[in-house]
């Protein structure tokens, strides 16, 4: 008795004892929170090549897993070593995959480096031009207000000459400052590409390692977790595991094929159309489209920004187009790839991205929505767990009509808890009539 009495109480100690380191580190990374936030900037920058390699195995690994699955088929009656087939068929599902990665990044270099050259060519050249359809645009639209015209021309003309003259300074009158600082940032610029460009190098051979050992640390993780956790509470954390992959794998790999269609779908209309830099603003429309909810409205702004220079009249079409884009993908396509991947309503997705892209940036909006849906969804599930353990029910709509729950867990309608509470009052006014003397005590 002596002996569990004094466990229970270490055990007490111990909580306390962590309960309170907790609180001092807590407080200390809210105190000193510049140097916690630089410390796990640094940390993050050593730990980029490992975060890139997980997140290309983790996108990359459906099409591993099918040619793994066809290489093990194809070898199964040729080859009696099953750790010879296992071998071959990892390497080929290896090869695979950085033909894939590697088809891709040279398709989108290929795709976009012409294009922005051209765009940025063509603009170079034509930029006379496009000030004269601009100006001759503003004097139709604004022909019966010659006052306002002539305003937001001489504005125009005077933005134009100050641009011109930053531009003639900055690259024709070179003084040693102005060289030094020149150099400095095409040095820091290169070094920032060459540091990117390594990081995803590396991360292509962390890829390579995860792919093929994802199986053994998937196995080594559910050893700890029931080495660690009863078998109950072992059996709840890798459940939800399996939900948390199903909401991510889907949400993600789905939304990048979405994508691509809707990027597709926006190069044949735009070259339908003879709108101007059609490749270029379907691969930026394409890429914004991974975020939820605001991507298309990201994407056309530049877009509309570079037809706007050609002709004011395409930049509608193409807006319009876009927006037509976005209904589709929104009622049609993305419903039809996604389903109701993620069970959120539309104001906790607006919510989620909003919150989470505040939070961090461009990888926030993106996955900002299946984060959400998890802790949505775990919230939910301890909530009916809790109701369960009452004897309530976990139906939301049930609550609706419920009026109250007395303390024997029963529960009432709305109209029923009027009723009784009209009975309570009309029993006590006949009370009160019957036995005035009592009510004056």
């Known amino acids: 008795m002596k002996?569990?009495?004094?466990?229970?109480?270490?055990?007490?100690?111990?909580?306390?004892?962590?309960?309170?380191?907790?609180?001092?580190?807590?407080?200390?990374?809210?105190?000193?929170?510049?140097?916690?936030?630089?410390?796990?900037?640094?940390?993050?920058?050593?730990?980029?090549?490992?975060?890139?390699?997980g997140i290309l195995a983790y996108l990359i690994s459906p099409v591993y897993n099918r040619v793994l699955e066809a290489g093990l088929k194809m070898l199964s009656g040729r080859m009696k070593s099953e750790k010879h087939r296992q071998t071959i068929a990892k390497s080929m599902g290896t090869i695979a995959s950085l033909f894939v990665i590697l088809a891709v990044v040279s398709g989108l270099i290929q795709l976009i480096i012409p294009q922005v050259l051209d765009s940025l060519r063509g603009i170079q050249e034509s930029f006379p031009a496009y000030l004269q359809n601009l100006y001759a645009w503003i004097?139709?639209?604004?022909?019966?207000?010659?006052?306002?015209?002539?305003?937001?021309?001489?504005?125009?003309?005077?933005?134009v000459e100050m641009m011109s003259g930053w531009l003639q300074n900055a690259f024709t009158r070179f003084d040693m400052k102005r060289l030094l600082d020149f150099l400095t940032g095409v040095s820091s610029s290169l070094f920032v590409l060459f540091n990117f460009v390594k990081n995803w190098l590396i991360g292509?051979?962390?890829?390579?390692?995860?792919?093929?050992?994802?199986?053994?640390?998937?196995?080594?993780?559910?050893?700890?977790?029931?080495?660690?956790?009863?078998?109950?509470?072992?059996?709840?954390?890798i459940e939800e595991m399996r939900f948390v992959h199903k909401m991510f794998g889907g949400f993600i790999i789905g939304k990048i094929l979405d994508s691509l269609i809707i990027g597709v779908i926006c190069f044949i209309g735009t070259s339908l159309l003879n709108i101007p830099y059609a490749l270029l603003i379907s691969v930026i429309v394409g890429?914004?489209?991974?975020?939820?909810?605001?991507?298309?409205?990201?994407?056309?702004?530049?877009?509309?920004?570079?037809?706007?220079?050609?002709?004011?009249?395409?930049?509608?079409?193409?807006?319009?187009?876009?927006?037509?884009?976005?209904?589709?993908?929104?009622?049609?396509?993305g419903p039809k790839i996604l389903g109701n991947s993620t069970g959120l309503a539309s104001f906790w997705v607006l919510f989620s991205i909003l919150i989470f892209g505040g939070l961090f940036g461009f990888v926030g909006m993106i996955l900002g929505v299946p984060t959400f849906a998890v802790i949505y969804y775990i919230v939910k599930m301890l909530v009916n767990h809790q109701l369960e353990n009452h004897t309530l029910p976990t139906d939301t709509g049930a609550y609706d009509q419920f009026g109250y729950v007395n303390n024997e867990g029963e529960y009432a309608r709305v109209d029923e808890a009027t009723e009784k509470k009209e009975e309570t009052t009309t029993e006590k006014k006949e009370e009160t009539t019957e036995n005035p003397d009592e009510g004056k005590n």
């Open 3 to 53: 002996d569990n009495n004094a466990k229970r109480y270490i055990y007490w100690g111990l909580t306390a004892v962590c309960v309170i380191a907790v609180c001092i580190v807590f407080w200390y990374c809210i105190r000193e929170w510049k140097q916690v936030s630089g410390f796990l900037g640094k940390l993050r920058s050593i730990a980029a090549p490992i975060i890139y390699g």
């Open 139 to 159: 004097q139709k639209l604004l022909a019966d207000n010659r006052e306002i015209e002539t305003i937001v021309i001489q504005n125009i003309q005077t933005a």
């Open 204 to 237: 292509l051979i962390v890829m390579v390692y995860l792919l093929n050992i994802k199986d053994h640390l998937i196995t080594q993780a559910k050893k700890i977790v029931y080495g660690c956790l009863s078998v109950r509470w072992a059996n709840h954390v």
């Open 287 to 333: 890429v914004t489209n991974v975020i939820p909810f605001f991507g298309p409205f990201i994407g056309a702004i530049p877009s509309g920004i570079l037809v706007l220079l050609v002709s004011p009249i395409q930049c509608l079409v193409l807006l319009l187009w876009i927006l037509i884009l976005q209904q589709f993908d929104g009622n049609i396509l």
